[in-house]
């Protein structure tokens, strides 16, 4: 599954694929896991220096961010709720 939501500053990208971990001892079974992973896309505007000052105003919000991704990842995909979700699908197959 993957999903996004846009926020503020750019636009969340959430993904939740199911997997196996394997220990290095191949003589125990493997785990089946499900992967929760986030990416946060941010179009930078300016030019020049005001480029820069632009990123490192971007990065000073990493605490506000992973917040968001972890209230999602709690509220919507941990506690059953994700039915109720307001992000947009995308449609792996397309691209």
Do not use: C
Not at 46 to 59: M, P
Not at 60 to 85: H, I, P
Not at 90 to 95: E, V
């Amino acid at each position: 599954m993957q999903y996004t939501y846009n926020l503020s500053q750019g636009r969340l990208s959430l993904s939740a694929r199911e997997g196996v971990l394997r220990k290095g001892d191949q003589s125990e079974e493997p785990t089946s896991i499900v992967s929760m992973t986030g990416t946060i896309e941010h179009v930078l505007r300016q030019e020049g220096t005001k480029r820069l000052e632009e990123l490192i105003d971007y990065l000073g919000n990493w605490q506000d961010n992973l917040k968001t991704y972890t209230d999602l990842v709690n509220n919507y995909f941990l506690q059953g709720g994700s039915t109720k979700l307001w992000f947009k699908p995308i449609d792996l197959a397309q691209g």
